[in-house]
């Protein structure tokens, strides 16, 4: 079978090369009447542009380099899925590679990312420096999602991670709990320690004082949720609630705890962080903090092509949002004082082997 050029479509459109090319990249003065010729015999020959040409010819790869931290996590799975359909139709392809935390990795893939004549950058999370940020924002149009970087706001996506943890803690203290038992994010992410922050204020506004033995740090996976929970609860330190960074980390906590044949939440009761999909059908189903990630990625891939073609680029505000759902008890006053109690009579359970 011959292969359709664009010699072909501009000799059965009876125009030039030019223009047909003109057409095709959508670039450059045509008149209406060769522009309908051209397309007809397009769609008459089934005719497919090479991609390649066409970005030797406009400059233009027409690909959009995407670096992700972790691609089998599924906040992150759902920020790509958010870019693909905020470039979707927009005839760009993304490009996704790893950078795995690791900021030495995260620089040599986005170099190889830039090697690879993408037309815009998305980093998603990451730990590459601002002065690394900013220089590489002269160099190609940039969007940085989940982080915020001073001096580079309009370029920026996010939510506070503050205000969504300082809502999960207050609600807890609303429902009658006093002794909150956090499991922490790695401490080395920006997110995870503005979680951390809106805890301990959350406590401190409620005249709670921080106690060092209910916090404990995670890692962000289920494995780290279940490890942190036994901890919490071989210390024998009396919590009746905890706020896990994540919902992966509480649906470890969750494990551990039935492990344990403690009951959720008329045991201890547990709040999240994202609303992941998998939330809502737990048992309970876990009460969490929404985090738009789906709404994020999509507007980070329009930021982006905004950015490619120079339009202008105004970046909105996310919000973050309680979802209350079965996995948190209400404790009245009479119940509160005899907890003590109920959790020393449950303690060969925590520090036994049944």
């Not at 905020?86 to 040599?108: H, T, V």
């Not at 001073?150 to 609600?171: D, K, V």
């Amino acid at each position: 079978m011959k292969k359709i050029t664009i010699n072909d479509i501009a000799k059965e459109a009876q125009v030039s090369i030019s223009t047909v090319s003109r057409v095709m990249t959508n670039k450059g003065y045509v008149s209406d009447e060769k522009r309908e010729a051209v397309l007809r015999i397009v769609k008459e020959m089934n005719y497919k542009p090479n991609v390649f040409a066409q970005s030797l010819a406009t400059g233009n790869s027409m690909t959009i380099g995407v670096l992700t931290q972790r691609i089998s996590s599924p906040i992150f799975d759902t920020m790509l899925l958010g870019i693909l359909k905020g470039i979707e139709g927009s005839g760009y392809l993304p490009i996704f590679a790893d950078g795995n935390w690791d900021p030495k990795m995260e620089r040599s893939v986005t170099q190889k990312l830039l090697e690879r004549k993408v037309d815009g950058l998305i980093i998603l999370g990451g730990k590459l420096d601002k002065d690394y940020l900013f220089n590489l924002a002269q160099k190609i149009p940039l969007i940085i999602l989940g982080r915020e970087i001073s001096g580079m706001e309009n370029l920026c996506l996010t939510i506070s991670n503050f205000q969504g943890a300082y809502l999960a803690t207050s609600y807890l203290i609303k429902c009658g709990h006093h002794q909150i038992a956090h499991i922490t994010g790695l401490q080395t992410h920006p997110d995870a320690s503005e979680r951390l922050n809106g805890y301990v204020q959350a406590l401190s506004d409620s005249g709670i004082e921080k106690n060092t033995n209910l916090i404990i740090d995670g890692d962000y996976t289920e494995l780290s949720g279940i490890t942190a929970t036994e901890t919490l609860l071989d210390r024998g330190q009396y919590f009746s609630a905890i706020f896990a960074g994540n919902d992966q980390m509480a649906y470890g906590a969750m494990f551990a705890l039935n492990k344990r044949k403690l009951n959720v939440p008329n045991d201890i009761s547990i709040i999240g962080f994202d609303n992941q999909v998998p939330s809502a059908y737990m048992n309970p189903p876990l009460s969490t903090i929404h985090f738009p990630a789906m709404e994020l990625g999509e507007e980070a891939g329009k930021a982006i092509l905004n950015l490619i073609r120079n339009k202008s680029n105004k970046i909105p505000s996310f919000n973050v949002n309680l979802v209350i759902r079965d996995s948190i008890s209400i404790l009245d006053k009479d119940n509160y004082n005899n907890i003590p109690e109920f959790w020393d009579k449950k303690k060969i359970l925590y520090h036994g082997n049944n």
